[in-house]
């Protein structure tokens, strides 16, 4: 089993950049699909960007495509989100996930129902 924690959340102003990172524990991170997601207060939680095993394959939500990119360094067990260009509504609690099901690609790398590990989540807050 795999322990997630998240780290890199804070305060910044519309328009700046925060570096998210999900380091893993207790098992190697490469033996999982990694994901994000982000839960604001009162909304669901919602999928931002996933990675798969290699690193070779991403795929992101559409509100974040061309400002947020995911990656990971395996050698360092950990998953990265950099966030460009931050908005108001990027405000959220941003969570990282471990999906240790079969290989796959685009629209089901967002899909919550496969992520078998979660962590505790970090804050991003974005002011206007």
């Known amino acids: 089993q795999v322990q997630l924690v998240e780290s890199g959340g804070g305060f910044v102003q519309a328009g700046g950049s925060l570096k998210l990172s999900c380091a893993a524990s207790?098992?190697?991170?490469?033996?999982?699909?990694v994901g994000w997601f982000r839960q604001a207060p009162g909304k669901d939680r919602e999928f931002v960007a996933a990675?798969?095993?290699?690193?070779?394959?991403?795929y992101y939500a559409d509100a974040v495509k061309d400002r947020f990119t995911i990656s990971r360094d395996n050698a360092k067990n950990t998953v990265y989100l950099q966030m460009n260009s931050l908005k108001p509504e990027d405000t959220a609690v941003y969570l990282c996930?471990?999906?240790?099901?079969?290989?796959?690609?685009?629209?089901?790398?967002?899909?919550?129902?496969?992520?078998?590990?979660w962590g505790q989540g970090t804050q991003v807050t974005v002011s206007s």
């Open positions: 990675i798969s095993r290699s690193g070779g394959s991403t």
């Open positions: 996930a471990a999906d240790e099901g079969p290989a796959t690609a685009g629209q089901a790398m967002g899909r919550m129902s496969r992520y078998d590990y």
């Open positions: 207790g098992r190697t991170l490469s033996a999982y699909i």
